[in-house]
């Protein structure tokens, strides 16, 4: 009994070490990009680890006054709000259809079809794409909606056809049977129970879409009126490599409306996200 | 009579509708570029010219003979061992800890998920201004030599470097699905080990591990992949280098066919790539549904 007592107090003490540890090593980056996104690069080059002499906003008010910074944040609004919209729409949707006629041959070979994406790796699809969208004009906002919408399609079935699988028939039936059709029970039974998947869903494809890298670069990359955050800040590398005290406050400005979404509601991101990975 | 069948008809109908719109835009977008990049790896297509020719297999034996290729596919490889041992240890060491925390759990637990909201490319270029502005301090404050250059720049340390901070951000999700997995745990388990003298190392082996053991594949699977494909962080630290020591295989894949205009070729490496990420799948789903019946 002492000995296990003694176990415990060694852990305790090895734990809260680990833990601070690594709230250091997550929150000192932070940090250290936020202190010195207050200094002008003679003051960091003094002392980089240093409080800011004062709160000096010029780095903010340059990059606002000299970049596009607004535009790309716009930018990227306009393509997360309006792919996850038609994601919402499509998704849960064809799911339904699914689900409910697994019985049926159709429905189960497209099931099968949409799941071949779990295989493929992303490169195999992004070179001919990105060929395939130059031929068709499409190497723009449009086009690159459309191809979230069609490649976040695995995923999201993959979770609700399971999901609504496990919902029980029988609410639905006795709306039938009350006189709804087929699309009246999915908005008014279906669509009000799958809420919780549906708020999962809407996390996973925010984060990928707001923060994806990989497909503005192959089809934004032109012109840089229509250039997403992510494509900004690899681009500011290059452009202002001698000034990373500016370069710090472009990486901040491009976290921060992720940050305060997450400050604002984390219990609900942290659980959705949760949920979508044991399920899947 | 008639009414009801009108009514199935049209519920039919419904369904079909519904189905119709994501499996154009699936067949369209994904399935038709799949066969185009498996296509134009048995051709010679530059990505530019406006006509090509079919030459079978050439882009293949061009592959395997070129030591670039194996060294991607052994970067590649070393790569997502090193990231899914830094995850999996990383995550499973801070699920216990988080779960076992009475004060301040909820907050310790937000600031551990921050790093999950952040992209990957902003995360890749916060670090590289890290290694090369504070760790080399921190080399020389203590006397190290190996830190006081930027870890990218060195061939031996750069890819470890790249890994680190890719486990950085990856180990937020499997953390909490791992919390999620403890919690099932039920406390009674632990309180009848503990009235048997159990040492907290023998709690872990014998009562927390077995039941963590689907988490552990879920995560495993995830972070795998993850490994597999890998482009934001290597691209946006390193660009592959130095002398090719983080030119994993999508690296290798995006400046073939962007930058060497070799596009058919770099078609054949994601197929490559393809087959086997295909492969470990389906070794993957066999493994996990025969653990199910069990």
């Known amino acids: 009994m002492k000995k296990a007592g003694k176990d415990e107090r060694v852990w305790l003490v090895l734990r809260n070490i680990i833990l601070l540890c690594g709230l250091i090593l997550i929150l000192f980056p932070l940090w250290l990009v936020l202190i010195n996104s207050f200094k002008t690069l003679e003051e960091a080059g003094k002392n980089f680890f240093a409080l800011p002499s004062r709160l000096n906003f010029d780095n903010y008010l340059e990059l606002f006054a000299n970049s596009n910074y607004w535009i790309f944040l716009r930018n990227s609004l306009k393509i997360t709000v309006i792919s996850i919209t038609l994601i919402l729409i499509l998704v849960p949707s064809i799911s339904y259809a699914i689900a409910r006629n697994f019985n049926k041959k159709y429905y189960k070979t497209i099931y099968y079809y949409l799941l071949l994406g779990l295989f493929i790796p992303s490169q195999v699809v992004l070179l001919p794409v990105t060929k395939m969208m130059s031929k068709l004009n499409m190497l723009n906002h449009g086009g690159l909606i459309l191809l979230y919408a069609a490649f976040s399609l695995t995923q999201g079935v993959f979770l609700f056809v399971n999901y609504i699988r496990g919902l029980p028939y029988e609410i639905e039936e006795s709306a039938q049977i009350d006189g709804c059709s087929v699309f009246q029970t999915y908005v008014r039974i279906v669509l009000p129970l799958v809420k919780p998947m549906i708020s999962t869903l809407l996390i996973m494809d925010v984060l990928w879409i707001w923060n994806d890298f990989m497909l503005p670069l192959l089809i934004l990359n032109r012109t840089q009126e229509i250039w997403t955050l992510p494509l900004f800040q690899y681009n500011f590398k290059t452009e202002y490599s001698f000034n990373y005290t500016m370069a710090f406050t472009a990486y901040l400005l491009a976290m921060l409306p992720m940050l305060i979404i997450y400050c604002m509601g984390q219990k609900y991101i942290v659980k959705g996200l949760t949920a979508g990975s044991v399920k899947g | ?294």
């Open chain 2, 1 to 294: 009579m008639k009414g009801t069948n009108r009514k199935k008809m049209s519920g039919r109908l419904t369904f079909f509708l519904f189905t119709l719109i994501p499996v154009i835009l699936y067949t369209f977008f994904y399935v038709v570029s799949v066969i185009n990049g498996v296509r134009y790896s048995f051709t010679d297509w530059d990505g530019m010219a406006q006509k090509f020719n079919f030459i079978g297999l050439k882009n293949y034996q061009t592959l395997f003979k070129n030591p670039y290729f194996w060294n991607s596919l052994k970067t590649t490889v070393l790569y997502s061992i090193m990231l899914v041992i830094g995850v999996i240890v990383t995550s499973l060491i801070l699920s216990i800890s988080l779960n076992s925390l009475k004060a301040f759990k909820t907050l310790t637990k937000s600031i551990y998920f921050v790093p999950a909201m952040i992209g990957g490319v902003t995360i890749a270029l916060i670090w590289d201004q890290l290694y090369y502005r504070v760790l080399p301090v921190i080399g020389k404050a203590l006397g190290i030599g190996w830190l006081s250059n930027s870890l990218l720049m060195t061939g031996k340390t750069a890819l470890p470097a790249v890994v680190f901070v890719q486990v950085w951000q990856a180990v937020a999700m499997p953390t909490v699905i791992f919390i999620a997995g403890l919690q099932q745990i039920p406390d009674e388990q632990y309180e009848s080990a503990k009235i048997d003298g159990a040492t907290a190392f023998q709690r872990f082996r014998y009562v927390t591990l077995p039941y963590l053991l689907p988490t552990v594949t879920v995560n495993l699977v995830l972070t795998i992949k993850q490994g597999f494909t890998s482009f934001d962080f290597p691209y946006a630290l390193t660009g592959g280098g130095p002398v090719r020591a983080t030119e994993v295989i999508g690296i290798l894949i995006y400046n073939d066919a962007f930058k060497n205009m070799r596009f058919s070729l770099a078609n054949a490496e994601a197929c490559v790539l393809f087959v086997i990420v295909a492969l470990f799948s389906l070794t993957q789903l066999k493994l996990t549904s025969k653990g199910g019946t069990d």
